[in-house]
């Protein structure tokens, strides 16, 4: 007795497919009973697969996407990684004047982010600081 799984037949309900099915982790599913593993949802579009389990974009970044280091929103879309952390290009900002740092890029100083121009104002800032207090 051959013990394979019909191809034919919805993954969900194992009844058999009729004129419209959706080809997904190599099975045929009724529309309708291709769902989301976490909100139950029919998924239409774009899925993601983790642990043999179908997810919706949304609930597969809810569950598995890191978060914002600024905003500690889900990250879903592009993203940096900067300070061994992960952020939305809009929240990772100069800690002087708070504009987001163009392309995630910044100088450090006493480990903190910071744009071009803020960063050479506050090194001239310290630079003034020690020369006031060796005098």
């Given at each position: 007795?051959?013990?394979s799984i019909?191809?034919?037949?919805?993954g969900?309900?194992?009844?058999?497919?009729?004129s419209e099915?959706?080809?997904?982790?190599?099975?045929?599913w009724?529309?309708?009973h291709?769902t989301?593993?976490?909100?139950?949802?029919p998924?239409?579009q774009t899925?993601?697969a983790?642990?043999n389990?179908?997810?919706c974009?949304?609930?597969?970044?809810?569950k598995y996407n890191?978060?914002?280091a600024g905003c500690m929103?889900?990250?879903v879309?592009?993203?940096?990684?900067?300070?061994d952390?992960h952020?939305?290009?809009?929240c990772?900002?100069c800690t002087?004047?708070n504009?987001?740092?163009?392309?995630?890029e910044?100088?450090?100083?006493?480990d903190?982010?910071?744009d071009?121009?803020c960063?050479?104002?506050?090194?001239?800032?310290?630079?003034?600081h020690m020369?006031?207090?060796?005098?």
């Open positions: 007795m051959d013990r019909d191809r034919r037949q919805c969900h309900c194992h009844q058999s497919i009729g099915a959706l080809v997904a982790m190599n099975r045929l009724h529309p309708d291709f989301c593993s976490s909100c139950k949802r998924i239409k899925f993601q983790a642990d389990h179908a997810y974009v949304q609930c597969f970044a809810q890191p978060k914002c929103e889900t990250l879309d592009t993203c940096l990684l900067a300070l952390r952020w939305h290009p809009r990772f900002t002087s004047c504009r987001p740092l163009p392309n995630g910044f100088y450090l100083v006493d903190k982010p910071y071009l121009d960063h050479w104002a506050k090194r001239l800032e310290k630079r003034e020369e006031r207090g060796e005098r």
